[in-house]
T-cell receptor, first 117, second 114 residues
Framework: DQQVKQNSPSLSVQEGRISILNCDYTNSMFDYFLWYKKYPAEGPTFLISISSIKDKNEDGRFTVFLNKSAKHLSLHIVPSQPGDSAVYFCAATYTMYSGGGADGLTFGKGTHLIIQP | DAGVIQSPRHEVTEMGQEVTLRCKPISGHDYLFWYRQTMMRGLELLIYFNNNVPIDDSGMPEDRFSAKMPNASFSTLKIQPSEPRDSAVYFC????????????FGPGTRLTVT
């Protein structure tokens, strides 16, 4: 059973417009969410993250929104640029130990974003 | 820093052969993760280590898979014997110390088992 779902396998957006990538999760224990970007023949690279104590995190052109009640997060890219064309993965994790700690990430299957000139 | 290093980048082998994938994490990172990416299942966690000790191997698909981390700068993922359904891209990732969730991925090893 998929705990992190990205229901859009692909998304096409015109250059300069806003790209919105969506992600849903089912596990209520997840308390930290990340977005990764992946180019062909490369490993995923970290883009932006958000803790469950926040509902928004911004970094330049990238903003992640978290709606805990709906178990939904989204990544907004504005303005979209040709270099943003890549596969975007949503990932989630939770803190196992009271002192915190890194744990394995549960990934969605990705959304292929295509920025049209 | 050179980032996470994986070798080989590509591996083609015949069914039944032993395959060993290698990973060098970023220096100073306490956590090391092995992931597998397939079309059907996407990116899935196989096993991870903290300070060279395996913490969670529940994602390892079968006993044919084993992973070791003999020291802080080296880990291996071994498949013996390999099967065609093991064909996938295998990623290694590392993460800093406690409280950090961002993981840094290597370029991956594309494994093809014929």
């Amino acid at each position: 059973d998929q705990q992190v779902k990205q229901n859009s396998p692909s998304l096409s957006v015109q250059e300069g417009r806003i790209s919105i990538l969506n992600c849903d999760y089912t596990n209520s224990m997840f308390d930290y969410f990340l977005w990764y970007k992946k180019y062909p023949a490369e490993g995923p690279t970290f883009l932006i993250s958000i803790s469950s104590i926040k509902d928004k995190n911004e970094d330049g052109r990238f903003t992640v929104f978290l709606n805990k009640s709906a178990k939904h997060l989204s990544l907004h890219i504005v303005p979209s640029q040709p270099g943003d064309s890549a596969v975007y993965f949503c990932a989630a994790t939770y803190t196992m130990y009271s002192g915190g700690g890194a744990d394995g990430l549960t990934f969605g299957k990705g959304t292929h974003l295509i920025i049209q000139p | 820093d050179a980032g996470v290093i994986q070798s080989p980048r590509h591996e083609v082998t015949e069914m039944g052969q032993e395959v060993t994938l290698r990973c060098k994490p970023i220096s100073g990172h306490d956590y090391l993760f092995w992931y597998r990416q397939t079309m059907m299942r996407g990116l899935e966690l196989l096993i991870y280590f903290n300070n060279n000790v395996p913490i969670d191997d529940s994602g390892m698909p079968e006993d044919r898979f084993s992973a070791k981390m003999p020291n802080a700068s080296f880990s291996t993922l071994k498949i013996q014997p390999s099967e065609p359904r093991d064909s996938a891209v295998y990623f290694c990732a590392s993460s800093l110390h406690i409280g950090s969730h961002e993981q840094y991925f290597g370029p991956g090893t594309r494994l093809t088992v014929t």
